[in-house]
């Protein structure tokens, strides 16, 4: 029998700490299963295919069934993704060390470009696993949606970056917080505005389609 009430309300908000707590250790098991490097970006994928369940009304979807299968299923395609990303992030890291040997003019037009690029990789990153898990796309598709889905929800793009700061923020300041929360939460803040963003598109499709309709009916 559901319980209503503040007392309802504190059990549901307890049933939610546990299960993310639970998720994120599981993403450090997966991870760990994986050797930490080729574990991390299918552990992840997992992770979002869980919390967009979650978000989809189904939160008691089996944890640990869901990432034991999901990392079974992604574990090449995503590491595939973690080769592009890295290569991604080691050439803005070459790039960060060339802008300390250089001066002047030059200076200022590769720092404003570094900015730039750094930035488009920062979305990119916030968007790509939400749109992993819920599009089925061709593989470069996905990087080209998650760019392009972010770009064009910069207000849900700020929000959430302006979140996660705040969170990272946290859990420096409490420490013992990390290995329960560190990687649960921020995957469920970037789902849910993911979640928002494609529902906001699909609005946009539709009032199109209707538009192109009533131009078809004239």
């Keep these: 029998m559901e319980m209503s009430g503040l007392m309802g309300g ?9 299960r993310l707590a639970y ?5 450090l098991l997966f991870t760990l299963m994986g050797g930490i490097i080729l574990g991390i970006f299918p552990a992840t994928i997992a ?13 008691d979807t089996p944890v640990f069934a869901t990432f034991f299968k999901t990392f079974k299923q992604e574990f090449l395609k995503g590491n595939l993704f973690a080769l592009i990303f890295v290569a991604i992030a080691y050439v803005l890291f070459i790039d960060l060390q060339y802008l300390s040997i250089v001066t002047g003019h030059l200076y200022s037009f590769l720092f404003f470009v570094f900015v730039f690029v750094a930035l488009l990789f920062v979305i990119l990153f916030m ?7 819920h599009f089925q796309l061709p593989f470069i598709h996905y990087l080209k ?17 302006i979140i996660l700061a705040l ?10 917080l990390v290995p329960f929360f560190s990687i649960s ?10 979640s928002t963003a494609f529902k906001l598109l699909e609005r ?11 131009l078809q009916a004239e």
């Design 127 to 133: 968007y790509f696993f939400p749109v992993y898990v």
């Design 23 to 27: 998720a994120n250790l599981v993403w």
């Design 204 to 214: 946009k499709r539709e009032k199109i389609l209707a538009k192109e309709a009533l």
């Design 167 to 176: 969170l990272y923020y946290l859990f420096m300041l409490i420490p013992g």
């Design 47 to 59: 992770l979002f295919t869980l919390t967009r369940k979650w978000l989809r009304g189904e939160p």
């Design 185 to 194: 939460i921020p995957a469920y803040v970037m789902m849910w505005s993911a």
């Design 10 to 18: 504190f059990l549901r908000i307890s049933e939610w700490i546990m």
């Design 145 to 161: 949606y998650a760019l392009l889905i972010g770009m064009t929800n910069l207000h849900l793009t700020i929000g959430t970056g």
